[in-house]
């Protein structure tokens, strides 16, 4: 599985679009992007994935640029709620492992 | 519908003693996984079940760990014995299983605090 790096930590007001950057300059031309996160005593938690389109759901949007080297999360409108760490997993199609780095801590503060 | 289910959530012991860990699988899911998450990093798999198989071991720590899923359902991790190191939380996923594998659906995990 292809290596992400992510920023440590992020700061976020309340109500304002969060944007979590990751790149993934060795990703495979078969492997997706996912994005998990995980509130504090919880288990990770699904959020979004893509291979090389921009997707949006009911949590998040998903940023792939054309080269598929890095990606961007956005949470468009993010609450206190949303503070948790966020992690960013290349992953090929028929690989059933999730390989979590360190993640990037959000803060949404108000 | 009822998520994973783990138990027990907060688990104490003094090293060299043995401890169990249990995960009840959303229903239908073919995959159960058992992460291993140190405090501060993210989850590395130790175990992944396809049914009752275990078809990806290669993370578990054989000499004292084991695992198992007799019915293809729910699955027990062990430890024994405990040492200092293995305080973590425990961590129980599942998936559908194959390529419809896209979501894995963790459970709250099990803190393990060896003394």
């Known amino acids: 599985d292809a290596k992400t790096t992510q920023p440590p930590s992020m700061d976020c007001a309340e109500g304002r679009a969060a944007n979590l950057p990751c790149n993934h300059s060795?990703?495979?031309?078969?492997?997706?992007v996912y994005w998990y996160r995980q509130i504090h005593s919880q288990g990770p938690q699904y959020i979004i994935h893509?291979?090389?389109n921009n997707e949006t759901n009911e949590m998040a949007s998903l940023i792939i640029t054309e080269d598929r080297k890095s990606s961007t999360l956005i949470l468009p409108h993010a609450t206190l709620r949303d503070t948790a760490v966020y992690y960013c997993i290349v992953r090929a199609p028929d690989g059933n492992k999730l390989v979590f780095g360190a993640g990037t801590i959000l803060r949404v503060k108000s | 519908e009822a998520g994973v289910v783990q138990s027990p959530r907060y688990k104490i012991i003094e090293k060299k003693q043995p401890v169990a860990f249990w995960c009840n699988p959303i229903s239908g899911h073919n995959t159960l996984y058992w992460y291993l998450q140190n405090l501060g990093q993210g989850p590395e798999l130790l175990i992944r079940?396809?049914?009752?198989?275990?078809?990806?071991d290669s993370q578990l720590p054989k000499d004292r760990f084991s695992a198992e899923r007799l019915k293809g359902v729910d699955s027990t991790l062990k430890i024994q014995p405990a040492e200092l190191g293995d305080s973590a939380v425990y961590l129980c996923?599942?998936?559908?299983?194959?390529?419809?594998?896209?979501?894995?659906?963790f459970g709250p995990g099990t803190r393990l605090t060896v003394l």
């Open positions: 893509g291979l090389k």
């Open positions: 079940y396809e049914n009752e198989e275990a078809v990806d």
């Open positions: 060795t990703i495979s031309g078969n492997e997706y």
């Open positions: 996923a599942s998936s559908l299983g194959g390529m419809r594998s896209n979501e894995q659906f």
